[in-house]
């Protein structure tokens, strides 16, 4: 069962839970005279006609109110009352209770429906922002959690002496017979470190750092294996383009270093990492060549776990996370939502 399908019946679980709390609480003082199930279909309508306009407040109306849209909340907010408040007074008048109100009293009975009308969505607003502020604080913390374990991973695995001990012996064979470029990749190589140091346990970063510290990983790389792998890495976005999203940080490096990882190939290595923008979603493509069996390393899973569970609490369901393994490639893809950068 996917992660998408295990939230959605969660969240209806939850609906289900505030419909019927609503439902007892609304109709408790009505228990005992439901003693058919005529009376108790009556109720049930009654409930059902304030619960419904209600949601529609939360979902279609409330967003007015987010946007800052004052004006359009409060037209749209008593519009929609007003029609909850007529339907319910109608419905009361020709079938729940006919006798409820004298003649002369409509006015202050449909004044009566508007009233509460008003109460329920109020009610199921702050239910509903109740709801959504418990779920955030969950899911901040747990993708804090999820991200200081990637982050102990990412240094002592990811990024190990090894790697940094070959890195250093190539930047040596560098400096000997290409002087010019070292300066270049010790750079690289401290931004590397500077960026997962400095960034490492913030919420957010710019989609343009995110891409350039990848950047400078796959050139270490290239600069490491680069002469028996094929390495490609293609991304036509300015970093003005990318600098109007963000992204939480460290989420893409470890699909990126899974490809290097597993692809180790005596005959056909190749890495061909493709990143592109469609509307407000990141498309990351990966692919890369299966490891010959005697240069294939164990594989724990660990890195790939944690971050589909760090991607299921950041983006709750709303991802594509699509894994295809071939007779001698892999193919990896990823897409994500993005948020436009704070001004």
Known sequence: MNTTTISKRKRWRQEIIIFCSMYILTMLHEWLFINSLENFLKGLVFFVILYVQAQIHRFFIFRFYLLRKYFSYIFYS????????????????????????????????????????????ATIMALSLMQSYALEVQRRSMDQILLNEMNLKFLHAQLNPHFFFNMLNNLYGVSLTEPDRTPGLIVKLSELMRYQIENGNVPKVSLADEINFIRNYIDLERERIGKRCDIQFICNHSSEEMNVWQISPLLLIILVENSFKHSQNLSNWFVYIHIELKSDKLLMTIDNSLADKKLKKPSTQVGLNNLKQRLSFIYNGDFSLNEKQFETTYETALIIPLQKQLI
């Open 78 to 121: 008593l519009a929609v009352i007003l029609a909850g408040a007529s339907v319910l007074f109608i419905a009361n008048i020709y079938w729940i209770q006919p006798d409820f109100f004298e003649p002369g009293e409509l006015a202050l009975g449909f004044l009566y429906h508007f009233v509460i009308c008003i109460i329920s969505t």
